[in-house]
């Protein structure tokens, strides 16, 4: 193996992760973008957003991370009498 793609022949590639603390006092791990790594072992990352608290964590992304999460909000079906409505 390379080191550049998974046993399942799909390329290596992370998550970018913040922990941020709830009201509750439990972490939410929020997505803040994506990392590609490079043929010297190097990672390039990709940010989205910047965490105020600056706490980053890189994961490498599996296969439940690619499984789809059931469906898109276009998907949803419409309410009943929603044809109906002016907007």
Do not use: C
């Not at 992370?14 to 709830?22: A, C, L, T, W």
């Not at 964590?57 to 949803?76: N, S």
């Amino acid at each position: 193996m390379n080191g550049f793609s998974t046993p399942g022949n799909r390329p290596r590639m992370f998550k970018v992760i913040s922990p941020i603390e709830k009201k509750d006092g439990s972490t939410f791990w929020m997505r803040v973008g994506t990392g590609y790594p490079n043929k010297d072992q190097s990672i390039n990352l990709y940010l989205d957003a910047m965490p105020f608290n600056h706490k980053l964590q890189l994961r490498e992304v599996d296969d439940e991370d690619l499984a789809p999460r059931g469906r898109k909000r276009d998907e949803t079906p419409a309410p009943a009498g929603a044809a109906d409505l002016p907007f």
